[in-house]
């Protein structure tokens, strides 16, 4: 059984200032994990997955992720955030325990707030 | 190269109502899965279909059926509609593990 914990419902930062999502998972298996953004009346955009290569996953728009995988976490971190970052963010986790029987698990999403 | 595309982008049915969602793959991607997105929740898993067989299925009532065409598109049909039956539903294509969805359809039920 997979799952996923985002651990803040929403998020706000100045512009210009560090951003940090957390994302907490379970999964029986080695899991695959995602990072996908929704802006408002949107579809979902990958910003990043992580299939057990690199620990330290870059994305697109200058996000990147860490795999920590003692400490079941996959948080998300920009150093600078820009109005534009105004958005819900979904962490996901996959296991391939069941070849795909069970999708994607999505969190029930950090919604991102940017101060001017 | 076109994307995951989903049709209609909107509509609306009453109660008790069928609806049939439409979703063109990208090109080359086997796999297709849905998803239901409840205002201000994450979306939750329906069905996964890979070269027109059902590969796994969520938790979602008898009401909630798909199948996958031999050019990979595939249809989710709802029947017997319900209030609760309104969201945005998305379909991802994906290949070797990655997923790109499409805009969605938001269906209403009235």
């Known amino acids: 059984a997979q799952s996923v914990t985002q651990l803040d419902s929403h998020v706000s930062v100045s512009e210009g200032t560090p951003v940090l999502l957390r994302c907490n998972y379970s999964s029986s298996y080695s899991p695959s994990l995602f990072w996908y953004v929704q802006h408002p009346n949107k579809g979902l955009q990958l910003l990043l997955k992580y299939t057990s290569a690199a620990t330290l996953v870059k994305g697109i728009n200058g996000f990147e992720a860490e795999f920590k995988k003692s400490e079941t976490s996959f948080h998300l971190t920009k150093p600078s955030a820009h109005m534009s970052d105004a958005a819900e963010y979904f962490c996901v986790v996959s296991d391939h325990s069941g070849g795909g029987a069970d999708g994607l698990t999505f969190g029930k999403g950090t919604h991102l707030i940017i101060q001017p | 190269d076109a994307g995951v595309t989903q049709s209609p982008t909107h509509l609306i049915k009453t109660r008790g109502q069928q609806v049939t969602l439409r979703c063109s793959p990208i090109s080359g991607h086997k796999s297709v899965s849905w998803y239901q997105q409840v205002l201000g929740q994450g979306p939750q898993f329906i069905f996964q279909?890979?070269?027109?067989?059902?590969?796994g299925r969520g938790n979602f009532p008898d009401r909630f059926s798909a199948r996958q065409f031999p050019n990979y598109s595939s249809e989710l049909n709802v029947n017997a509609l319900l209030l609760g039956d309104s969201a945005l539903y998305l379909c991802?294509?994906?290949?070797?593990?990655?997923?790109?969805f499409g805009s969605g359809t938001r269906l209403t039920v009235v």
């Open positions: 991802a294509s994906s290949l070797m593990g990655g997923y790109t």
């Open positions: 279909y890979y070269e027109k067989e059902e590969r």
